[in-house]
């Protein structure tokens, strides 16, 4: 986590003068607008955060999808302490569930702080699978733009390269329901899981018992008829 210290401080010197989207020419190699996003399992442990830091330009789309697929230790509780933080250090979200997606409109251009929390669970740890990522939907008018200064493309080209921005954006939002979806049967297959071995060593106790009480039945019943030789009879 050290490691997110100097990206987060590099990042702040870049973007602490300008609350705005920097204008075409004034970008550089460090500043780009396009769609970004992650997608990855992480363990949280007993009562403690993990924190990610991810940058995002102003006027983007901000989500944030996670889901709890497992606990491990003495712990049941599978919901979970979620904050996003904006760069000037508002909180623009928070969510405390198992099961959550976070959306909002990104105002401030720099890092947004992303925080998992497990503090109320102090035995067990937790297995998430997170989602995140920006997107801007309006980088195709920025390109077209660009374009049309350059005298490059014509009207046919453009508005073919606009239907295929907007199904692109579709295609996207379409992806996000599915890779939701995989992350529900990722923690019905753990719990599956879970039961079957619950199951198994329950079934293996019983066994073990029952072998046990029929053992001791025998041994009990030969007892009750075992005569001592030395002993003289009537």
Same mark, same amino acid.
């Given at each position: /986590? ?17 609350? &705005?989207? $920097? ?21 949280? $442990? $007993? ?11 102003? &006027?983007? &789309? ?11 230790? /003495? ?10 933080? #904006? $760069?000037?250090?508002?909180? /623009? ?80 939002? /379409? ?18 899981? #879970? ?11 019983? #066994? ?27």
């Amino acid at each position: /986590m050290l490691a997110f210290i100097p990206l987060t401080l590099l990042g702040c010197q870049c973007v602490w003068a300008r609350k &705005s989207e $920097p204008s075409l020419s004034e970008a550089g190699p460090g500043l780009f607008r396009g769609s970004d996003r992650y997608d990855f399992a992480i363990e949280v $442990p $007993p009562s403690g955060s993990e924190c990610f830091w991810h940058f995002a330009h102003q &006027s983007g &789309s901000f989500y944030l999808t996670y889901l709890v697929q497992w606990v491990t230790g /003495m712990a049941n509780d599978h919901r979970l302490f979620v904050t996003i933080t #904006s $760069p000037d250090g508002s909180l /623009m979200a928070s969510k405390h569930d198992a099961i959550g997606q976070i959306n909002f409109q990104t105002e401030v251009t720099g890092f947004y702080q992303m925080c998992l929390g497990n503090h109320n669970k102090k035995f067990g740890g937790v297995r998430v699978f997170l989602n995140f990522g920006v997107l801007y939907e309006g980088f195709e008018e920025v390109n077209r733009e660009l374009e049309e200064e350059e005298k490059v493309l014509n009207t046919t080209l453009a508005s073919i390269k606009e239907s295929t921005g907007r199904l692109q954006v579709q295609i996207f939002h /379409m992806w996000r329901h599915y890779n939701f979806a995989r992350m529900r049967k990722g923690k019905d297959h753990y719990l599956l899981l #879970s039961n079957l071995n619950y199951v198994s060593w329950w079934s293996a106790a019983q #066994s073990v018992a029952i072998l046990l009480s029929g053992y001791f039945q025998v041994f009990f019943l030969k007892r009750l008829f075992f005569t001592d030789s030395t002993r003289p009879r009537c």
